[in-house]
Structures are given as structure tokens and as C-alpha cells.
């Protein structure tokens, strides 16, 4: 046989031979690095899921027309109009998102007046699949807009004492049109006091195809993301203004910063007290082994013989450990991320190298004692017993 | 004799029992240091989450928007049932005037709030109310106003009369006139830039509309909605309604803060209230499972550790069933160090986990934190038990097994 097959050889009779501690080793290191894995896995998924979740805050960047007044009926305030209104280009603004790659969620939306019994009633355009899907805290009664049908604010329904299934006569400077309220909305916001109705049609009766008073888009928070998506915004549309909402991007922000120190410190904390333990339950049974060593060096075993006898056993149990505690890690993570956020973990493959490591470093470092000592032991002391 | 050999046992064998000591140690600490924190993780979490702003609005019940409360209602907000949740309030009061800047002018809305008051109420701790406490996210070039005279501009407002911190700006409504300095110019992105804030008092004078608001923001801590939540409160049993009131739901906070104000109506800020809901129970779902999963990995390595070292000792167990030990001496000797070394890595581990938890918590939210009483004892009694049902089931096979063959090798 060759050196290295026994070495092999000699390793694998090594552990199969003390099964039950095998067995017992394996399982330790196995969950070190699942524990190891679960815990990396979490806390690397944990920002993005957590940056998905703030969007339900809103919209963290806003455009609007250069020369714009934010209308005195915006904030929940009630003023009407102050100034002229301008408008953005729709076109303009799909174009410039294109150019610039921008991925985030957006909504388009346009404000006016029309006329019902001879007042002025605030109207917002919208795509309403937009709002169902991006402004979640809309509270609905009733049901969501078809053609020509119109969602009106709560405050304003109950003002204006208009139910659900009446239809409003409204004057537009397009023309008379009539739609049917399908359902009343109330938020605590300035959505209380306007009345809703689907984009197009919106345009079509103030005579303003194509234009559009406000752009909201939600830029994933985290990583720079929002500077960069708004510098290039800037750049593309002159014509706009582009405003951060610092109310739900500066707190999400700093939000995520948060999150995120809390899982690494909680990562580093359950890792290296675990670590500890795991490294003072592999010592304590590996240290016993004096009486190998003794023999082997006096059959004439080189120290780097004996040491590589060792350092292969903690490797194999450290591959072994580390490749079940992956797998289980991984199942962990998934498990945790599936019942909380509803979405699956990532498949990070490259976090196998993190587990391995943790369990090899884990293996080495419990076998360290033996090791040590067969630099130090005189064979014929061990082999007489003491 | 018993005494004898457990101090033998410790003092023959330091690296062995120094090792599992370790095991036990870390195991607590990990145990100790989540227990302590978990709890106080998920407040600090909501405390963090109401930077995102107000939750609660207080309008005038009047349904034709106009309307005022009364200023002198604010404090009893102080006084209401869930007094401990209110993390603070601020008032407005509007008006439309003409702000003049130089040769420029402007038709805009004046506001005045509250910007950094101090609150005392008879019988409360004195506090800090206003838009600096509930609106962290305003960006002031400048300073905040100090006095009567002065006034923080919107950015775009600024922009388009030309005024910088220090200039003066004429403001004038219903033909009544004020000067006023700008202390700073605020940029949010959102409609504040479009306004012009002054001490509320200054603006009440101006408006003539002595202690009058039109409307507070109040930011509260609340507990995520559940389908109970959303029950309408007016179709509710008695008992159901008392659960529902003693409950921190945003409803049910903004039910008792509209009680304390006089002709009121408290809605909740959805975009604000339900986004926070849905956050925190993910945020409190994700440290729960962690806090399992440390808890389950800390109990299987000590009592891993355990297991090893009894498995090791069988050839002494052995050797004392061989001289004539019965099992009941045996187990006294083993279970009684077992005891000995899980109560010093219990108290140990207790110690450390307690500053780590202190810690985690100052470098993430930057506030101390104390561990509950009732950590000691359970951290001390679960590395007890965890200790020793690792160690019994070694210790029965070793018992079990005929003296002879463990002898033997």
C-alpha cells in the first residue's frame, strides 16, 4: 500500500472504530454550521426582505414640474389650488425611466378640478391596479373602480353625503360626464378628501392627454440605490423636479442600518459563544489519546506522521460536519424566511465554503490539544500509563 | 467521602473540567444574552419604526373641514389611558396669506406648530412635544426657531422668494401684517416644503384665532391590527369592546386620544400604521425563530458536551462498579459534579450573556438595557437541566454495562 492509502486507511478504521464518538463529533460540528449557515443566511437576506417590506411605507422619490406649487389640497390640507398648475409629459417620464434603467415601482398620477352642484371637488387620476398593488394601506369599502366608476375619499363622501352606487354628475372643461361611485376610501390622509378616478379618463376630461402632475416611485432602499436613481433622473428630465421624501427614505435608511448591525452582532454573538462550546465539547473528547500517540511514535511514527493522522480525522469529520450542516443550515434558513416573510431565501451557494470552514476551523481547533501533544509526549511514559 | 472524590475529580482533571465548564458557560450566555434582549428588541423596534412619523390624526369632528380645537386640551393628552404609548404630539393651526420677501411675493400656507416644547402636566413627568420629536426626518438648514419672531420656510417656498436663514419676511393675513425671520429653510420632499412655520402662538395672534389648533399628529406606539382590530368598535360586546380599548391597537389609541380632546375626530394614519404593523410582526417573527434556534443549539451543545465527557469516563465507572460501588454512589458521584460545574458555568454564563445583551443593545439603538429577574433563576435551572439529561443517558449505559468488558479496553 502507499503512504497515502494508509493514511487513509488508517484514518477511516480510526473513526469507524469509536463510532459512537464519531457519531456524537460529527453531530456537533453539523450543528455548529448549520447554525453557522442558518444564522449567514438570514441575516444576508434580511436587508433585502426588510427593504421590501418598507415599501409599504410609499414612495421615497418624487417628480414633479419644475415650476409646480405642491397643491394647498396635498398634506390632508384643504385650500385648493394656490397657483397655476403645470404638468409633466407621461411619455417623457417613461422614456427617461427607460433611459435610465430605473427598475423601481412607480405610479403616475394627475390632479384637478371638476364641477359637481357647483363646487370645486379635488380629482386624482390613477392607475388603480397601481394603487392595489403599491399603496397597501388604502382602506376600501366597497369595491375597486371599472370604467367610468370613481373611488371618493371618506371625509369628502361624508361631507358631500355621496353613498356607494350613486353616480355624480360632474362638469368637466372636456364636458359633462357622469360616473358611478364603486367605493369609498379612507386612509387618514389627504386620500379623505379627494375623489378618484382612472388616469385616462381623468386626461381626457380636463383636456390634458398625456400630462401628468406627479411621478411617485419607490426605490429599493439600501446601497445607494435612491442617490443614484435620482441623480440620473435629474439628469434625464430637466423639466422635473425630483424631490427624496426623506420621510420614508431617510427613516428606511436608517432602519436598515439598524437591522442590519443587530443581525451581525446577533450572527457574531450566537456564532462565537457557540463556537466555544462546540471547540470545548471536541477537546474534551478527543484529549484522551496519549496512549495512540505514545504507541505510534514508539512503532517509530514521525511527528509529522502522527500529525497528519490527526489533522486528517479532523478534516474528514470537518467536511462531513460541514456538508450535513449546510444542507440542514440551509433548510433552516428557507424554513425561517418561508413562515416570516413569505418569500423563499436566496440560494447562495458560496455560503457551502462558509459552513465548511466553520466546521473545519471547529475540528482543527478540538483536535489541537492531541496535536500539541505529540510534540511534547515521550512515548515511554505514555505507554507505561501515565 | 463523597466530598472527597468530587474535589479529587476537579482538581485531577482541570483541562477536562475546564472544558466542559466552557461548554456550559457559552451555552448560558448564548440562552441569557436572547432572552434578554428579545424582549426589548421588539420595543426598541416599534420606538425606531415611529421615526417614520405621526400615526394618528386629530381633526375638528365638524364635517365641513373647518372647525378648531382647543389648545388648552392639548396637555390632557398626557393624562389618557394610553399615556405611556404616546411618544409625542404637535399641533397646527392654518392660514393662507400673502408672504412677501423683498420685492417678491408669494400666496402660501402659514402653519403654526410646535417645534421643540417643553410640556408639563400636573401629575405627569414634564416632556417634549412638537415636530422636532415626531418628525425626525426634517432636514433644517438653519436653526430651529427660538423665538416668537421666528420662522422655518419650506425649501421650494424659499426658492421661489429668494429667502435664506436670516432674511425677513413680511407675512400678511386678512390685512393684519407680522415680520418674521427665518431661522432655517426645511427640506422633506413632501408638502411641508410649501409652507411657512412659525410658534404656534405667533401665528394664532396673526390669524386671530387665540387658542385655537386645527389639527395634531400624534405619534404612538401600537400593536400590529388583527382581525379582532378590525372589528367595528360599535358592533362589539361589552367584554369584546374592554378587550378591544385595553388593546394598543392604533384604533383603539386614537379612540382614547379623541376622547381627551374636546369636539374631536382621531383617525389613524394608515400608510403610516399598517406598514409599521406588517413590520414589526415580521421583525418580532424573525428574532423569535432566532431566539429558538440559538436556545436549541445552546442545549444541544452543552448537553453534547456532556454526553462526550460521561462517554469518556466509562472505564472509571467501571472500574468503581468493579470494587463494589453501587449505581446510586456512582450516580451521586457523577451527578454531583455535573451539578457542581453546571451551576459555576450557569452563574458564569448568566454574567457574560448579560453583557452581551447590553452590548447588542447599545451599539444597535443606543440605550441600556436591563435583563429581567427571572433570568437569573432560569438560566441557572435550564443549564442545570440540560446538563444533566445530557449526562444521564450516558451514565445509565456505562452503569449498564459489565465492568469486565470496559475494563478490558
Given at each position: 500500500m502507499t503512504r497515502r492509502r494508509w493514511l487513509v486507511h488508517l484514518i477511516y478504521r480510526a473513526l469507524v472504530y469509536r463510532r459512537g464518538r464519531t457519531l456524537l463529533l460529527l453531530s456537533v460540528l453539523a450543528m455548529a454550521s448549520s447554525l453557522a449557515t442558518a444564522l449567514g443566511l438570514v441575516s444576508y437576506s434580511m436587508e433585502r426582505r426588510v427593504a421590501e417590506e418598507v415599501r409599504k411605507y410609499g414612495a421615497n422619490l418624487v417628480l414633479v414640474p419644475e415650476a409646480a406649487h405642491l397643491d394647498v389640497g396635498s398634506g390632508g390640507l384643504n385650500f385648493g389650488v394656490v397657483s397655476e398648475p403645470s404638468y409633466l409629459r407621461q411619455d417623457q417620464v417613461e422614456s427617461a425611466l427607460a433611459a435610465g434603467g430605473i427598475k423601481a415601482e412607480r405610479s403616475f398620477h394627475l390632479r384637478g378640478a371638476l364641477q359637481w352642484k357647483n363646487l370645486d371637488l379635488m380629482v386624482e387620476g390613477v392607475n388603480f391596479a397601481d394603487i392595489r398593488r403599491l399603496f397597501p394601506w388604502w382602506q376600501l369599502k366597497g369595491g375597486w373602480p371599472g370604467a367610468s366608476e370613481a373611488v371618493v375619499g371618506s371625509d369628502l363622501a361624508t361631507r358631500l353625503k355621496i353613498a356607494p352606487g350613486s353616480a355624480l354628475e360632474l362638469s368637466a372643461p372636456a364636458g359633462p360626464m357622469t360616473l358611478r361611485v364603486s367605493g369609498v376610501v379612507s386612509t387618514g390622509g389627504e386620500e379623505d378628501n379627494l375623489l378618484f378616478l382612472a388616469l385616462p379618463e381623468l386626461q381626457k376630461a380636463l383636456g390634458?392627454?398625456?400630462?401628468?402632475s406627479q411621478v411617485r416611485l419607490m426605490v429599493t432602499a439600501g446601497g445607494g440605490a435612491l442617490k443614484r436613481d435620482a441623480s440620473s433622473l435629474k439628469k434625464l428630465l430637466p423639466a422635473a423636479r425630483v424631490s427624496e421624501v426623506r420621510q420614508t427614505a431617510r427613516t428606511s435608511e436608517g432602519l436598515l442600518a439598524k437591522v442590519k448591525l443587530l443581525m451581525l452582532l446577533v450572527t457574531v454573538v450566537v456564532l462565537v459563544s457557540a463556537g466555544c462550546s462546540v471547540a470545548g465539547t471536541m477537546s474534551a473528547t478527543v484529549l484522551e489519546r496519549s496512549k495512540e500517540i505514545g504507541l505510534m511514535k514508539a512503532m517509530g511514527g514521525t511527528r509529522l506522521g502522527v500529525m497528519s493522522i490527526f489533522c486528517g480525522e479532523a478534516a474528514m469529520l470537518g467536511l462531513v460536519g460541514g456538508g450535513a450542516g449546510y444542507i440542514l443550515g440551509t433548510a433552516i434558513a428557507q424554513f425561517i424566511t418561508e413562515t416570516v416573510f413569505s418569500a423563499s431565501a436566496e440560494f447562495v451557494p458560496w455560503f457551502a465554503g462558509v459552513s465548511f470552514s466553520v466546521s473545519l476551523f471547529l475540528a482543527l481547533a478540538g483536535s489541537l490539544g492531541p496535536m500539541t501533544s505529540v510534540f511534547t509526549l515521550d512515548p515511554v511514559r505514555s505507554l507505561r500509563g501515565e | 467521602m463523597l466530598f472527597r472524590i468530587l474535589k479529587n475529580s476537579f482538581f485531577k482533571r482541570p483541562k477536562a473540567v475546564f472544558l466542559i465548564f466552557l461548554s456550559i458557560a457559552m451555552g448560558a450566555a448564548v440562552a441569557t444574552a436572547f432572552l434578554g434582549i428579545a424582549g426589548e428588541i421588539s420595543h426598541k423596534m416599534a420606538l425606531e419604526l415611529?421615526?417614520?412619523?405621526?400615526n394618528i390624526l386629530i381633526e375638528?369632528?365638524?364635517?365641513?373641514?373647518g372647525g378648531f380645537l382647543r389648545e388648552q386640551d392639548l396637555p390632557k393628552i398626557k393624562t389618557v389611558f394610553w399615556k405611556y404609548n404616546i411618544t409625542g404630539f404637535t399641533p397646527y393651526l392654518f392660514g393662507v396669506g400673502e408672504i412677501s420677501a423683498g420685492a417678491k411675493r408669494e400666496r402660501g400656507v402659514i402653519s403654526g406648530t410646535w417645534f421643540n416644547k417643553e410640556l408639563s402636566v400636573e401629575g405627569e413627568a414634564p416632556s417634549v412635544q412638537g415636530v422636532k420629536v415626531i418628525a425626525p426626518w426634517w432636514e433644517v438648514n438653519?436653526?430651529?426657531?427660538?423665538?416668537?419672531?421666528e420662522a422655518v420656510i419650506g425649501a421650494a417656498l424659499a426658492k421661489r422668494l429668494g429667502a435664506v436663514p436670516g432674511s425677513v419676511l413680511g407675512v400678511a393675513v386678512h390685512g393684519r401684517t407680522r415680520r418674521l425671520r427665518v431661522a432655517g429653510v426645511v427640506t422633506t420632499?413632501?408638502?411641508?416644503?410649501e409652507e411657512l412655520f412659525a410658534p404656534l402662538a405667533t401665528v394664532q395672534e396673526l390669524l386671530q384665532r387665540?387658542?385655537?389648533?386645527?389639527r395634531v399628529q400624534v405619534s404612538a406606539l401600537t400593536v400590529p391590527m388583527d382581525d379582532f382590530g378590525r372589528k367595528d368598535p360599535a358592533s362589539m360586546t361589552k367584554n369584546e369592546y374592554e378587550k378591544w380599548y385595553c388593546t394598543a391597537y392604533v384604533t383603539s389609541v386614537a379612540k382614547n386620544v379623541e376622547e381627551a380632546m374636546a369636539g374631536s375626530r382621531a383617525k389613524p394614519i394608515w400608510q403610516i400604521a399598517s406598514a409599521e404593523g406588517a413590520l414589526l410582526k415580521k421583525l418580532n417573527g424573525v428574532m423569535l425563530f432566532l431566539t429558538i434556534l440559538a436556545l436549541g443549539s445552546s442545549a444541544t451543545a452543552v448537553s453534547t458536551s456532556l454526553m462526550a465527557s460521561m462517554a469518556e469516563r466509562s472505564p472509571e465507572i467501571a472500574l468503581m462498579k468493579a470494587i463494589g460501588a453501587d449505581r446510586f454512589q456512582i450516580g451521586a458521584i457523577f451527578l454531583g459534579e455535573t451539578l457542581i460545574i453546571s451551576v459555576a458555568g450557569g452563574v458564569t454564563g448568566f454574567l457574560l450573556g448579560d453583557q452581551l445583551a447590553g452590548v447588542i443593545s447599545r451599539s444597535v439603538f443606543n440605550s441600556t438595557i436591563a435583563s429581567p429577574l427571572w433570568l437569573f433563576p432560569t438560566a441557572i435551572g435550564s443549564a442545570l437541566a440540560v446538563a444533566v439529561a445530557g449526562s444521564i443517558v450516558p451514565l445509565r449505559r456505562a452503569l449498564l454495562i459489565e465492568p469486565v468488558r470496559v475494563l478490558k479496553g
Open positions: 390634458l392627454p398625456g400630462e401628468l | 415611529r421615526s417614520y412619523g405621526a375638528p369632528a365638524t364635517a365641513d373641514g438653519g436653526n430651529w426657531p427660538d423665538a416668537a419672531d420632499g413632501g408638502y411641508e416644503e387665540q387658542g385655537k389648533v386645527s
